[in-house]
């Protein structure tokens, strides 16, 4: 993408919603840790649904450790791979008990050495919970990145890093939410709906898409 396209690219994203937010459902930032951590590989509508019962029961980490094992499993079973998050979420906690007197570290380094929390994971919490403008790669993000030339790059990190270059300062706050919305609703994996696609004028993907016939 050429570097004159940046600025509209996001001006047009910001135009169609001014303050994007995460999709997950939380009101602490504990609740947003668990809820990314949970979200790996599974969809945020199917986390929410069970975070929902779940948060009432229990949303910091000493309540989840009173759960145990099998009770936090009893509220996560219907999100793929629930029996290593119910682990890695039971590790986190004790390890948010112990070592940071129950609150969730607001660096990058401490948030990583938590059981479960990779660099994505730490990136969403630090820029959803704690406003840092930092860029959180996630596939949707990746895909974005590397199809429309915007900041390509063949390791996620890679691309965080380009990122981090590439968007201008008064957008990069934002401009997590607005990369991994526009790869989940019109850029998409298998085929994207570069017909319905506010800033494919700024997109450098060539073989763009024709609606599907009437």
């Known amino acids: ?25 939380y009101t602490s930032v504990f609740e947003l840790l668990a809820a990314v951590l949970l979200s790996a590989q599974a969809t945020d509508v199917g986390v929410n649904k069970a975070t929902r019962k779940l948060f009432v029961k229990a949303n910091t980490p000493q309540a989840i450790l009173d759960l145990g094992p099998e009770g936090l499993e009893g509220y996560i079973k219907t999100i793929g791979l ?3 998050k119910a682990r890695h979420l039971m590790q986190a906690c004790r390890m948010l008990v112990d070592l940071h007197g ?7 380094e401490a948030l990583q050495a938590l ?7 730490a990136n969403v919490v630090l820029n959803s919970a704690f406003g840092e403008a930092v860029m959180a790669v996630d596939t949707h993000i990746f895909r974005v990145s590397n199809r429309t030339g915007l900041a390509p790059g063949k390791t996620p990190v890679e691309v965080e890093m380009r990122l981090m270059q590439r968007v201008p300062a008064e957008y990069l706050l934002d401009a997590h939410h607005w990369l991994i919305l526009h790869g989940r609703y019109v850029c998409i994996a298998r085929k994207p709906l570069c017909w319905q696609c506010a800033v494919a004028p700024f997109c450098d993907y060539k073989p763009k898409t024709e609606p599907p016939p009437a």
């Open 102 to 108: 129950g609150q969730v570290p607001r660096t990058l």
């Open 1 to 25: 993408m050429k570097q004159d396209y940046i600025e509209p690219f996001f001006a047009t994203l910001k135009a169609a919603n001014p303050m994007p937010v995460t999709e997950l459902e």
């Open 82 to 84: 629930y029996r290593s």
């Open 115 to 121: 059981p479960g929390v990779g660099r994505k994971t």
